[in-house]
């Protein structure tokens, strides 16, 4: 026990790569991390810096994925070899630019966006980035453009992204099985929040929508999955990453 206490101390002086002395004040060990990592494995790129300074020039609140979890989803969606995928939650089209990267050129990224103002920025960034021809931006509430896209039988996706309205994720995470094919992966963002999910007393409406979106998982059994804990510039959250699997 004492040993494993241990292992997580740091047993040796911290690498110089989390000392700021030049900050205001030090960042949190696992920011450090994640700007380590971002340095490391994320080459400085035009359009996604241009994408992050429009949409804050905009005014577009900065709770977009963050680079390293950018990645991620454009290596799922590489692995899967994903040709059609379904993004709930525009905002300024950053995590849409990671997926769209992700495509083959006759491949699309269908985004559901609410707000025509982010829709608007999203398209300007996601234009200049040169990807806006693999980009289908449906404007409205998801809940009304969903069903849309079940008329047009416009699934499968080979991946979906929820990242909307966290009251609605029961029903997003419906609407997505129902676009899916058995092997499809669906990533729901944000389903850790800084641990309120896993505390009884936190009855707050949007941890209240993840929940549900959870009993939703676990009583489907065509879904299997798991939830991946992050920690990093977006501080503590997670990801649950849920594949459909063939009918019984
Ligand atoms: N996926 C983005 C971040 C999305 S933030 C990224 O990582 O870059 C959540 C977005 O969902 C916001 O732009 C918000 O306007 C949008 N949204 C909120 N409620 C919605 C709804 N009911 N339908 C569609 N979009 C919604
Ligand atoms: C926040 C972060 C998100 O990724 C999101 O989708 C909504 C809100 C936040 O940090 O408040
Ligand atoms: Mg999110």
């Not at 065509?222 to 594949?243: E, M, N, P, S, Y």
């Amino acid at each position: 026990m004492a040993e494993a206490a241990n292992a997580l101390k740091p047993s040796h002086p911290r690498p110089s790569m989390t000392q700021r002395p030049s900050s205001p004040e030090p960042l949190a060990l696992w920011s450090s991390v994640d700007r380590y990592y971002e340095e490391l494995l994320i080459p400085p790129d035009a359009a996604l810096a241009a994408t992050l300074r429009a949409s804050a020039a905009a005014g577009l609140p900065e709770i977009q994925v963050s680079p390293l979890q950018g990645r991620f989803l454009q290596l799922l969606a590489q692995a899967l070899g994903a040709r059609r995928i379904l993004e709930i939650g525009t905002l300024g089209g950053y995590s849409t630019l990671w997926l769209a990267r992700a495509l083959p050129p006759d491949g699309r990224v269908v985004t559901l966006e609410i707000d025509p103002r982010h829709a608007e920025v999203a398209l300007s960034n996601l234009k200049r980035a040169g990807v806006v021809d693999r980009v289908d931006l449906r404007l409205g509430p998801a809940l009304t453009t969903l069903p849309t896209l079940v008329a047009e039988r416009a699934g499968p996706f080979d991946l979906v992204f929820i990242d909307a309205d966290k009251t609605a994720y029961p029903d997003y995470l419906d609407w997505s099985v129902r676009l899916a094919r058995s092997g499809s992966l669906i990533v729901a963002d944000n389903v850790v929040r800084r641990g309120d999910v896993a505390d009884p007393d936190n009855s707050d409406p949007q941890v209240e929508g993840i929940r549900r979106m959870n009993e939703r998982i676990r009583a489907n059994p065509r879904l299997r999955a798991t939830v991946i804990q992050t920690v990093g510039v977006k501080g503590h959250d997670g990801f649950a990453v849920v594949r459909v699997e063939a009918k019984a």
